[in-house]
């Protein structure tokens, strides 16, 4: 009677089998044990192989990873991400042999995570294959080329005068409450349509600030590319170190994959104050401020990571808008001047211009673009080049009038032209301007178009041109930015168009 077996198959599997074994070898684990545990720190001895940056786990803490930071003789210092004060003296720590790292993808669309890229918006969790190191190297100098595509923010005042580039990095710097998060949402709502992915990176905020930020995107339709990567204050000082680096790795896998991506670092003041933190508590020897020796380093190494890469390695980029806070306007303090000297030119919000009333409050005389033309199209440079320098000299002159008594009739003209070009300066929150737009606005007020109306008409003239250009020719303004200059046509069509509707406008005398 036949059984079916057959002794050549049983012997085929056992081979097989056997050979498994032998090759896998016994699964080896370093194991360390925690000497001591508190704020969100522990102290690790038994791992002597461990890498700093490297993960480690807890055995009998599942919710708990430990990230290497301190090598040193007899231990080895590491910040706690997760349920820090489930960790106890004794507890066993198992080194991972991987880095933290974060997934990546279409997949993190549209979500809000945490530094671990850990689904935090009461979704379902985030499924992708795609996982990159929170921590990478920067792209070398072969790897990149010069910035020249323009990224617009939207902001009139932006473009026109302090113009970002794709791939560049641009501090926004100034005093708390001055607007410096709504440019940075500005300049995010501003990328729809244009192909470019966004993370913007909440550190150290309150929970209700970040849930407003998130609902402020979702209704200008900004969701629908934008990744935000939430630490509030509320969480642990190394999830709020972590946050950037994981915004980082986000924005690099479109990068490198030809795309082109916008990180918005909010901001990076508290980044610096929670490493301080970790670094006191791990007994680092303080510095300026009590700062750690290698807080220039902390940033360096994140905004390197922006870039526009070369042609070979696809022509991605990533571009990137850091945002530091000051006290009382002073750039001169230790966490400014450092970020200053890393990134590619600031824009400075001051206090004083904000609080007269004008949004965005841009100081022009401090801000600067280091990138300068090379992020601007040719119309743009014809119109708006010598914008910045009147309105420099404007704001010199005015201080200097407040003590003259009777003025010549040259000085008060060019009072009353930087009154009226300021006037143009101011934008409302969630307006953004075409870059064909901006052009139009401002060659009407370098041209003449509006020295004879009160200086408080100017932002209702420029309201009511923008409404008649919809009306009367809705195309021209994307005509202009697709020609990327004003050529004698374009010139005359919008110079007929102005003529037209400055005859027809009437001063309200009400104002």
Known sequence: MDDGLRPDEISEVLFRELKAFEGSGPDVYEMGTVLSAGDGIARVHGLSNAMAGELVSFRDRPDVRGLVLNLEAGNVGLALLGNADAVEEGDVVVLTGKVASVKVGPATVGRVVDALGRAVDGGPAIESDLERPIEARAPGIVERQNVREPLYTGLKSVDAMIPIGRGQRELIVGDRKTGKTTIALDAIANQKGKGVHCIYVAIGQKSSTVALAVETLREAGAMEYTTVVAACASEAASMQYLAPYAGAALGEHWRDNGGHALVVYDDLTKHAQAYRQMSLLLRRPPGREAFPGDVFYLHSRLLER??????????????????????????????????????????????????????????????????????????????????????????????????????????????????????????????????????????????????????????????????????????????????????????????????????????????
Do not use: C, H, W
Request: hydrophobic share 45%; charged share 20%.
């Open 306 to 511: 922006a870039a526009k890469l070369s042609d070979a390695r696809g022509g991605g980029s990533l571009t990137a808008l850091p945002i530091v806070e000051t006290q009382a306007g002073d750039v001169s303090a230790y966490i400014p001047t450092n970020v200053i000297s890393i990134t590619d030119g600031q824009i400075f919000l001051d206090a004083n211009l904000f609080n007269s009333g004008l949004r965005p409050a841009l100081d022009v005389g401090i801000s600067v673009s280091r990138v300068g033309g090379d992020a601007q199209i040719k119309a743009t440079k014809q119109v708006a080049g010598r914008l910045k320098l009147l309105l420099a000299q404007y704001a010199e002159l005015a201080a200097f009038s407040q003590f003259a008594g009777d003025l010549d009739k040259a000085t008060r003209a060019q009072l009353d032209q930087g009154a009226r070009l300021t006037e143009l300066l101011k934008q409302p929150q969630g307006r953004p301007l075409p870059i064909g737009k901006t052009i139009m606005v401002f060659y009407a007020g370098l041209n003449g178009y509006l020295e004879n109306l009160p200086v408080d008409q100017a932002v209702r003239f420029e309201s009511e041109l923008l409404g008649y250009v919809d009306l009367v020719a809705p195309g021209l303004p994307a005509e202009i930015e697709e020609a990327k200059e004003l050529t004698p046509q374009l010139t005359d069509a919008m110079r007929s168009l102005l003529d037209k509707f400055s005859a027809q406008f009437a001063p309200d005398p009400k104002e």
